[in-house]
T-cell receptor, first 116, second 115 residues
Framework: DSGVTQTPKHLITATGQRVTLRCSPRSGDLSVYWYQQSLDQGLQFLIQYYNGEERAKGNILERFSAQQFPDLHSELNLSSLELGDSALYFC???????????????FGPGTRLTVT | QKEVEQDPGPLSVPEGAIVSLNCTYSNSAFQYFMWYRQYSRKGPELLMYTYSSGNKEDGRFTAQVDKSSKYISLFIRDSQPSDSATYLCAMSTNAGGTSYGKLTFGQGTILTVHP
């Protein structure tokens, strides 16, 4: 158990809908990262937050947005869902963030999103 | 062309075999090289990381980085059925840059070690 929790575990929804995925980082970790894992694209970085502020952005679609709250939990919002958005969404956390020495990112168990 | 290329396999070996997993990359800015293991229906977990070129050993696992060839390897000695998982290589740029936190992953290699 990495100490990172994600809810829900599974989500089934229809095209055009909007969903929110939630992540709680390990106790004391300030950075949160979101990744998408699909069969064709593999594991891809979406976005990083550090202590409430956006720090790095990957190939995140405009339909997707995220935020990190004062209690450090994070939410990933996916809107106008398409079939191709079906994937595993992972959250990871690390202690500090950019500018530091190497830090391990601890991954949560993921949320499996199925868009029908 | 992807920044990081990894043969997805699958790779099937008998227990006790030496396993070699490899990745190539194109971005010369990568400085940190990692290997993650992912069991079915679980999140990835870090096995080892290496900074810049060189070798690193941890028990039955050895990671090698050759920056001149843009090639990294993970060797597993005396492989066990419990090593059956997907192995993902990952890379990031030097600490201090705004993109430091971003990990770029390979496709992952599915490994099965049979008794």
């Amino acid at each position: 158990d990495s100490g990172v929790t994600q809810t829900p575990k599974h989500l089934i929804t229809a095209t055009g809908q909007r969903v929110t995925l939630r992540c709680s980082p390990r106790s004391g970790d300030l950075s949160v990262y979101w990744y998408q894992q699909s069969l064709d694209q593999g594991l891809q970085f979406l976005i990083q937050y550090y202590n409430g502020e956006e720090r790095a952005k990957g190939n995140i679609l405009e339909r997707f947005s995220a935020q990190q709250f004062p209690d450090l939990h994070s939410e990933l919002n996916l809107s106008s869902l398409e079939l191709g958005d079906s994937a595993l969404y992972f959250c990871a956390s690390s202690q500090k963030g950019p500018g530091r020495n190497f830090e391990e990112q601890y991954f949560g168990p993921g949320t499996r999103l199925t868009v029908t | 062309q992807k920044e990081v290329e990894q043969d997805p396999g699958p790779l099937s070996v008998p227990e006790g075999a030496i396993v070699s997993l490899n990745c190539t990359y194109s971005n010369s800015a990568f400085q940190y090289f990692m290997w993650y293991r992912q069991y079915s229906r679980k999140g990835p977990e870090l096995l080892m990381y290496t900074y810049s070129s060189g070798n690193k050993e941890d028990g039955r696992f050895t990671a090698q980085v050759d920056k001149s060839s843009k090639y990294i390897s993970l060797f597993i000695r005396d492989s066990q059925p419990s090593d059956s998982a997907t192995y993902l290589c990952a890379m990031s740029t030097n600490a201090g840059g705004t993109s430091y936190g971003k990990l770029t992953f390979g496709q992952g290699t599915i490994l099965t070690v049979h008794p």
